[in-house]
């Protein structure tokens, strides 16, 4: 049985990353949120899936500290060739449901496109929030965007967990607090209309 790094991998490799269903070039909406947390510039950004996504190269123009994970090795080496070198990244390669397998900068914010939605067992689910838990400092934020409740049931040959704001503040439980979420449709390359919910939280404390 194909594995689920071998399963990304082979998505990665076998398409060019404007013909990806989760494409985005315009990623306005993830900054719009962005732009709802105080001092982000000087934040450790945690992207759990980082994918190949064009959101890297906006957050590294703007100052802030990356970590950078995938479960693709492929698609973390596109995005090292895209990079040329450029600093201040921690590079992971490994499944977010499970236990972080590095030591990390202490997390100031967690941006999730379209990652969370692909754990559909409850034991994956459940290691996802206990890794964002741990990860990020009090104060921190967490953004959000993800298959809405109306949303496609599957995404790159695979069943999806499908989210509302209901849901996702549940799963993070009381220690957050949800400052902002709104409901957006994406239109992906293939014309596919596809219902995202996007929102952000914070990480009640000092």
């Known amino acids: 049985m194909e594995s689920k790094s071998e399963h990304w991998d082979s998505v990665f490799s076998g398409s060019k990353d404007e013909e990806l269903g989760w494409y985005e070039k315009d990623v306005s909406r993830t900054m719009g949120l962005l732009e709802q947390v105080p ?15 064009l959101l890297i190269e906006e957050l590294l123009s ?24 450029k600093s201040g990244i921690v590079w992971l390669c490994q499944d ?37 838990r741990s990860a990020l400092k009090a104060g921190g934020y967490a953004i959000f965007a993800e298959f809405a409740s109306n949303g496609a049931e599957k995404c790159a040959g695979l069943p999806v967990h499908r989210y509302s704001v209901e849901e996702l503040t549940k799963r993070l439980g009381p220690g957050f607090r949800l400052v902002s979420h709104f409901d957006y449709t994406y239109v992906n390359c293939y014309g596919g209309e596809r219902p995202y919910v996007y929102a952000l939280y914070k990480k009640e404390g000092l």
């Open 62 to 85: 703007q100052g802030a500290g990356l970590v950078l994970n995938d479960i693709s090795g492929t698609a973390l080496n596109r995005v090292k060739n895209r990079l040329a070198g």
């Open 96 to 132: 977010i449901s499970r236990p972080l397998q590095a030591v990390i900068p202490a997390v100031g914010i967690w941006i999730d496109r379209a990652v969370l939605h692909f754990l559909t067992e409850e034991a994956d689910i459940a290691g996802y929030f206990d890794n964002l």
């Open 39 to 53: 001092d982000w510039r000087k934040s450790v950004i945690f992207l759990p899936g980082a994918g190949t996504s």
